[in-house]
Every structure is written in structure tokens, then in C-alpha cells.
């Protein structure tokens, strides 16, 4: 029996890449051959984005492509979208699965039980049960590699539906990254980008700090290159920018996401 074909789709952000590039791991051990994202497929896998109405909009555009495509595949959907509007997900012709933020990590189990293509199968939940947390890290994709340390938000920014799709911010132990930094250094790769939906906001859930954890990385043997993606400018501390500063391998950048310059516009988007 030939093993059977799956593509994977990922929308949004680099956080849901490093979760659909463990999710491809998990597929390829089970026996699954992963194969191009426009190739003949029997599993479709879409990690959903929905920070605005036109990720949503591409996301209900793709499910029909790869339908009209892959008529017999099997579609799943998870990612944020997922999260906040399932029924919406599940009303479209061809989805077979639509698995919440908190059940990402149940989705290959969840495929490879179903018997074939019917109803769709939902698995919901609200913003309050967004509490376990999806190890997750890209490898063998791109020259470098995405790192998962954080995920949730507290912020609840006025604009803004990431917490609603996320939780509250959590994370993983310090030395549990650690290893999973050494993984990929084992796999070859040699740069990791630090992400995260609030990176900066690390060790809510263990309390750990942030510069603890990009010291332990930073002795990490096998990795010459540290990115920090997106850090909220509060969190951005001088202890990080001298740590940084000093480190030969942590590259001398930030990527601060300021909003806005005016105190007014900031207080409306509770900022």
C-alpha cells in the first residue's frame, strides 16, 4: 500500500509556520507523504490565519480551491479562523475537520482516525479552555528555523481578535527550549528566529524571564544566529538590548511594532 499523499497550507504569521511544519513531522513519522502545496493530495491541512477579514476571506478561498482540486481529500482546518468562527468553517463544501487553537496538537491523531470524507467534525472552544500549549518549531523548510516560545496574549488591544484566538499568554520551561533548540542545531540548521504571538511577554506561566531565556539559547552549541521576532517596545528592556548588544550571536535588530506615535490613538486602541 502506497502511502498516502498530504499538502500542507499555512496562513498568517511565523508562529503558525513553526505549528504547521511539526505538524508535518507528525505526519511524515505516522507515514504520510508530504507532497507540494499544489500537488494531488488525499489530506489537505490549512493552519488558518484571522487577525483581518481578508485572512478569513483567503482562508474560505483556499478550502474551495483545494476541493475543486483534490475533490475526494480529506480538508482539515485549524489555526485562529478555526478558532473564532468553526460553524462558519464547517459550512463550507469539503471540510471534513476544524480543530480549535487548544486541539492543533490532537490533528494528526483526528485525521488519520477518520474513515473518509462526510460531515464535518468539529472540535471547539472557548477563549477561557485556550490553555494547553503546542510545542512547536519549523526545521528542514527554510535556511532558518522558527523557534516557539510563547503563545496568548493579555493585551486585549481594542482592534484586535488575537487573544479571543490565542488565550492568555503561556509558555514552555526554559530548559524544554533548550532542547528543542539543540534539535534543530542537530538537524543542521544554524539560525532560529525567537517567535512568539507576544514574545517579549515569556515566563508568565513558569516565571522565567525573557532574557534568561535568550542566555540559555544563546550557549546553545550548533546555532551561530539568533533572530527576536516582533517585540512589543514595553517589553523590550535594556537589559535585553545590552545583552544583545554584547552577544556574537544574537544579530543586532529588533522588529518593534509601534502602532502608532500619538498618545490619543494609542489610548483608543488600549495600547
Known amino acids: 500500500m502506497f502511502p498516502r499523499k498530504v499538502n500542507f497550507h499555512t496562513l498568517g504569521c511565523k508562529l503558525n509556520f513553526s505549528e504547521t511544519s511539526t505538524l508535518a513531522r507528525e505526519f511524515a513519522r505516522g507515514g504520510f507523504e508530504r ?7 488525499d489530506i489537505c491541512v490549512i493552519n488558518s490565519c484571522s487577525v483581518t477579514e481578508h485572512a478569513d476571506k483567503k482562508c474560505r478561498n483556499l478550502i474551495r480551491k483545494l476541493h475543486r482540486r483534490n475533490p475526494q481529500a480529506i480538508i482539515a482546518v485549524t489555526g485562529c479562523y478555526a478558532q ?4 462558519e468553517i464547517a459550512a463550507i463544501e469539503g471540510v471534513d475537520l476544524v480543530l480549535s487553537n487548544n486541539d492543533k496538537g490532537e490533528l494528526y491523531r483526528r485525521v488519520a482516525a477518520l474513515g473518509g470524507k462526510g460531515r464535518a ?4 472552544c472557548d477563549t477561557d479552555s485556550l490553555t ?3 510545542a512547536a518549531f519549523s526545521s528542514g523548510d527554510r535556511t532558518r528555523a ?17 487573544h479571543y484566538a490565542r488565550g492568555a499568554s503561556r509558555n514552555m520551561p526554559i530548559a524544554d527550549l533548550v532542547d528543542e533548540a539543540r534539535q534543530i542545531a542537530a538537524a543542521g ?16 506561566t513558569t516565571g522565567e524571564k525573557f532574557i534568561d531565556l535568550l542566555r540559555a539559547l544563546d550557549a ?12 512589543e517596545p514595553n517589553l523590550l528592556t535594556d537589559e535585553i538590548i545590552a ?4 552577544s556574537p550571536k544574537f544579530q543586532h535588530h529588533f522588529h518593534i511594532p509601534l502602532q502608532s506615535g500619538s498618545d490619543r490613538i494609542l489610548g483608543l486602541m488600549r495600547r
Open 132 to 134: 494547553s500549549f503546542f
Open 243 to 246: 545583552f544583545c548588544a554584547s
Open 84 to 87: 473564532l468562527k468553526p460553524q
Open 35 to 41: 507532497v507540494a502545496a499544489d500537488a494531488p493530495a
Open 146 to 162: 522558527f523557534l516557539k516560545v510563547q503563545d496568548g496574549c493579555d493585551y486585549c488591544c481594542s482592534y484586535c481578535t488575537i
Open 189 to 204: 540548521q544554524r539560525e532560529i528566529v525567537i517567535t512568539g504571538v507576544n514574545t517579549g511577554d515569556f515566563g508568565r
Open 121 to 124: 467534525q468539529v472540535f471547539s
Open 220 to 231: 546553545v552549541e550548533g546555532i551561530d544566529r539568533y533572530r527576536i521576532s516582533s517585540i
